[in-house]
């Protein structure tokens, strides 16, 4: 990389991490602390609260990906970023179940992945988008790792209140990394016209991989709705579960960078990514084994595996959807994949408690392993771009 591109990787990377840290943090004791707020006991009301956030951003992502295409990246994140900030100020302060299902609602309106995603590929080469990408997911799974250890402690001090505020304090110092930090937009990526829309729904490559963002965090989301209880089966206490998750996360950054980067050289990304699902879908087939004597090594070794599969798909999809749209539609190309990605977490939530609910959690890792499966079958077709194959520009 480049000193700009390394300083465009870096800064864009803390933007994706300040954000998710915040929204991390506020998960795990989310259910817990809602029991506060008057509605609290209802559990309709509570999932609402946790799932309307990935609602809003949802249906945001693409109309400000194609306001980031026609009036500029930095605009619009910075636009983005004090929504953010505004609904976690408002869900500080919410006094019930219904003033927290606004303030979430409008936190997710803050939808800026798109934007920042587009920014990052404009300002990186094709040879080295992937790595930068990498770099922008190994900082969403750190600040997921970490979260984990700190919520409850946090939680004990703070209360959700004071992290919901202390979640508007990272979106705000987010702006002022965009404004001092992010490298200038390029010339060419400040004025254009929009790009068509049709263009980027009708591009079969673009269209396998939106499939494939929407599969991967749909079963990524319904999986957690089940390995936590396996893990209390298994007799590790709900504050020690990160004992297994951050281990089995900074191992499979150093598998990734270890195999993805070099074969991606060797002009093996295809067989890299085909790999990446199928490991996926063995993961969810070993939970199915775990189920009937729960262990944690058992359990942390698959999770292993599931982040090997995860990391390499969630830093080359991007790269590859940045790297196959027209420059002018990239924005909207990346809004159509984060929709698709955000409506992927808000089904996956769904649709994993009511499986665990109606049939058990056996039922959420076959599901999980059929839609990998069939995952797979529509990507076997995919084609790397030459200029990935090749390493150049």
Not at 112 to 131: G, M
Not at 165 to 179: C, K, R, S
Not at 247 to 265: I, K, Y
Request: aromatic share 8%; hydrophobic share 60%.
């Amino acid at each position: 990389m480049t000193p700009l591109e390394r300083r465009a990787t870096v800064s864009l990377a803390s933007i994706f991490a300040l954000r998710m840290l915040g929204m991390f943090l506020v998960l795990p004791v989310f259910a817990i602390e809602a029991h506060a707020y008057p509605g609290g006991d209802d559990p309709a009301r509570v999932g609402l609260a946790m799932g309307i956030y990935g609602l809003t951003q949802a249906v945001l992502q693409l109309p400000l990906g194609l306001a980031s295409d026609r009036f500029g990246r930095k605009r619009v994140i910075v636009l983005g970023l004090l929504v953010f900030a505004l609904g976690s100020l408002l869900a500080a302060v919410a006094h019930s179940v219904e003033a927290l299902i606004f303030a979430r609602a409008l936190q997710g309106a803050g939808a800026v992945s798109a934007a920042v995603t587009a920014l990052l590929a404009d300002l990186t080469r094709d040879a080295v988008r992937t790595k930068a990408m990498a770099v922008v997911g190994a900082s969403i799974g750190l600040m997921f790792a970490l979260s984990l250890a700190l919520s409850p402690l946090l939680a004990a001090a703070l209360h959700l209140s004071g992290l919901f505020a202390l979640t508007g304090v990272l979106a705000v110092i987010g702006i002022g990394v965009i404004v001092w930090g992010v490298p200038a937009e390029p010339a060419q990526h400040r004025h254009e016209s929009r790009g068509r829309l049709g263009d980027v729904l009708r591009h079969v490559a673009l269209l396998r991989l939106n499939f494939g963002v929407f599969v991967l965090h749909a079963v990524q989301i319904a999986m957690w709705v089940a390995v936590p209880t396996l893990l209390v089966q298994a007799g590790l206490p709900k504050n020690h579960h990160w004992w297994v998750y951050l281990p089995a996360v900074l191992a499979s950054f150093v598998v990734m960078g270890g195999t993805l980067f070099p074969l991606e050289r060797r002009g093996r990304l295809r067989a890299v990514f085909l790999v990446a699902i199928g490991l996926i879908a063995v993961a969810q087939l070993g939970f199915l084994t775990e189920l009937a004597q729960p262990g944690i090594a058992g359990i942390g070794m698959l999770l292993f595996v599931f982040f090997c599969g995860f990391n390499v798909l969630e830093a080359s999809q991007p790269s590859l959807v940045s790297r196959m749209a027209p420059a002018a539609s990239r924005g909207a190309a990346l809004g159509v994949y984060n929709t698709l990605q955000s409506l992927g977490l808000f089904a996956g939530g769904a649709l994993g408690g009511q499986l665990v609910k109606v049939w058990g959690m056996h039922a959420v890792f076959l599901t999980g392993a059929v839609a990998m499966a069939l995952w797979l079958a529509v990507a076997w077709g995919m084609r790397v771009p030459a200029t990935a194959r090749a390493g150049g520009h």
